[in-house]
């Protein structure tokens, strides 16, 4: 029962540390990071209660050191994951009814522990588990989470204060109950903070969850368990499963009180959790809520306007930070003939200055991508364009698997606007530049809006006032979030929601109460103060 009108702290994105040298810092989570590395880390399914180790386990490995293993995680079997569920339904009411101060109070605290006694740990291990260097982890494994689980909470509370309006003789007020049944998170392997916060913003409103995280994620999902569970989040209430990911899917699918999927993931599979959800609608309580943030094919288009400096920062960031592992990484750009050359020589010198290794050395910029299966990928895909007569690689196109999954940053030139790099969605570090003549600059916005399946990030560089403006006006449909000057990638939970369309995902928008929203159901209640005792009205009085 509530005992007052509660005012959250209010929301501040978590400041981000330089790990500059000289600075605490920078020795602290050095020294978390040869910790963990020389230890074994055994990750159990967490169900209810309980840590299960079943036995049967998959290896964590670094990606810049496939040879050296981490950790074991344990694989469930189908009974595991009937627990996981028993377990959600069993604590969902209790969790359900508990005052929304009570579950965001759990949700301040688990972001407040990442900020300071976990954040070595969860940055670490992050590093360590996919290969991110210490600034890719601090925006993601500390901070991104940090903001979502404190700017969640600010979310809800505006969300609850949003009411009907209601006069004399009638008090109209609405609640947003939790969805009838659990939720089932699928998170990646590219973000942390992705991985924590798609079950617990589903918890935030009540809601209990089973979450499968990625099987490269396992080292760091396991500090997110351990953080939930030291701020509160109550036995069941978010259940982690890992394992045979059709098998568990499809049982929980099967599931008559399934009630909604929270997924990021590759385009195809959420496209068939999607066709099994409709297979099986005819057995569930009630519609489930199907939000998805999926592929891209992201876009950079410069303008002849634009800084050839400005163009290659962007390229070099936008591209090839994290590998090009990110859903919003540029991946294609399209380049005025009158500028490329001078954005081809700054763009070539910045990858040749990029040091890569391993993310232990703060000097390096780029590290190797997630597994072999990525690595083999993109070398097929390289490989092909040293062959194809539309393709030159300027610069990369080298590979080399003996120690770690290490692509080089790669840049092909096509005269194929259509080329199978500017539409395939590769996400790993291979950009395609598209040269075009300056004076069909419009042509080429509806050339870029056409070419992709998707349409999560995209960005304009241009210093025409005009030329931006008719950029943003094609692209609208292009794009969820749409730079100008900027690269297109590095959204800010509380300043850029994130998401897009098309077969980029349903657009919810992660890092907004909009997300939020699809987690609720609203309920309305009409309390009439003086009812009426005559079915009679006044039209029907006689004359």
């Known amino acids: 029962m509530g005992k007052g009108f509660f005012q959250v702290p209010p929301a501040i994105n978590e400041p981000i540390k330089s790990y500059a040298p000289g600075t605490p810092e920078r020795e602290s989570v050095l020294k978390k990071y040869k910790e963990l590395y020389n230890q074994k880390t055994e990750v159990p399914l967490y169900i209810g209660s309980k840590e299960i180790k079943t036995g049967n386990t998959g290896s964590i490995r670094p990606p810049h050191d496939h040879q050296h ?9 189908k009974t595991h994951i ?39 740990k969860m940055n670490a ?4 588990g996919q290969s991110k260097t210490i600034f890719q982890a601090e925006i993601d494994s500390a901070c991104e989470i940090v903001d979502f689980l404190r700017f969640n909470v600010e979310y809800m509370t505006q969300i609850y204060e949003e009411q009907p309006e209601s006069d004399s003789s009638a008090w109209n007020r609405v609640e947003h109950r939790p969805l009838e049944g659990f939720v089932y998170a699928i998170t990646p392997f590219n ?3 992705i991985a924590g916060n798609l079950p617990a913003s589903a918890a935030l409103m009540g809601n209990v969850a089973v979450w499968k995280p990625s099987d490269s994620q396992m080292f760091s999902a396991q500090v997110i368990m351990e953080v939930f569970k030291e701020a509160g989040v109550p036995d069941g209430v978010i259940n982690m499963v890992m394992g045979d990911p059709e098998m568990i899917t499809d049982t929980i699918l099967s599931h008559p009180d399934f009630t909604g999927v929270h997924f990021t993931g590759s385009t195809d599979v959420f496209k068939g959790i999607w066709s099994k959800i409709g297979e099986n609608i005819h057995n569930y309580k009630t519609y489930p809520r199907i939000v998805g943030e999926t592929g891209g094919k992201d876009f950079i288009v410069a303008h002849n306007s634009a800084s050839p400096k400005v163009i290659a920062t962007a390229l070099s960031r936008g591209a090839f930070e994290f590998q090009g592992q990110k859903c919003s990484a540029a991946s294609r750009t399209y380049i005025p003939k009158s500028i490329w050359p001078e954005v081809k020589k700054y763009l070539v010198e910045d990858i040749k200055s990029f ?9 390096n910029f780029f590290t ?47 005269t194929d606007p259509k080329y199978t790099t500017m539409e395939t969605e590769l996400f790993g570090p291979v ?14 916005l509806h050339l870029c809006n056409e070419t992709s399946q998707y349409a999560l990030t995209g960005s304009i560089i241009s210093t025409d006032r005009y030329a931006a403006t008719l950029a943003t006006e094609i692209l609208q449909d292009a794009a969820g979030n749409f730079y100008i000057n900027d690269k297109c990638t590095g959204a800010v939970v509380g300043k850029q929601p994130f998401g897009g369309a098309r077969n980029s995902g349903t657009n919810d928008k992660a890092g907004s109460k909009l997300n939020l929203l699809r987690w609720t159901s609203p309920r309305l209640i009409k309390e009439t103060f ?9 039209f029907m009085d006689k004359e």
């Open 69 to 77: 293993e981490v950790g074991v995680y344990h694989k469930a079997e």
């Open 82 to 120: 009937e627990e996981a569920i028993k377990s959600s339904l069993e604590a969902r009411q209790k969790w359900a009814n508990l005052p929304w101060e009570q579950r965001a109070a759990v949700f301040l605290k688990a972001a407040d522990l990442i900020a300071g006694p976990y954040r070595d």
């Open 125 to 128: 291990s992050t590093m360590i």
């Open 191 to 193: 973000f942390t903070a």
């Open 355 to 363: 040091k890569i290794g391993s993310p232990e050395n703060f000097e």
């Open 368 to 414: 190797a991508v997630i597994h072999e299966k990525s690595f083999d990928k993109l070398a097929k895909y390289i490989d092909q364009a040293k062959k194809d007569d539309q393709a030159e690689i300027i610069v990369g196109g080298t590979y080399d698997k003996s120690k770690g999954w290490f692509v080089d940053p790669t840049v092909i030139v096509t």
């Open 431 to 444: 950009l395609t530049v598209y040269v075009y003549e300056d004076e069909k600059f419009e042509e080429t």
């Open 530 to 538: 003086v009812p009426a005792t005559d079915y009679r009205y006044p």
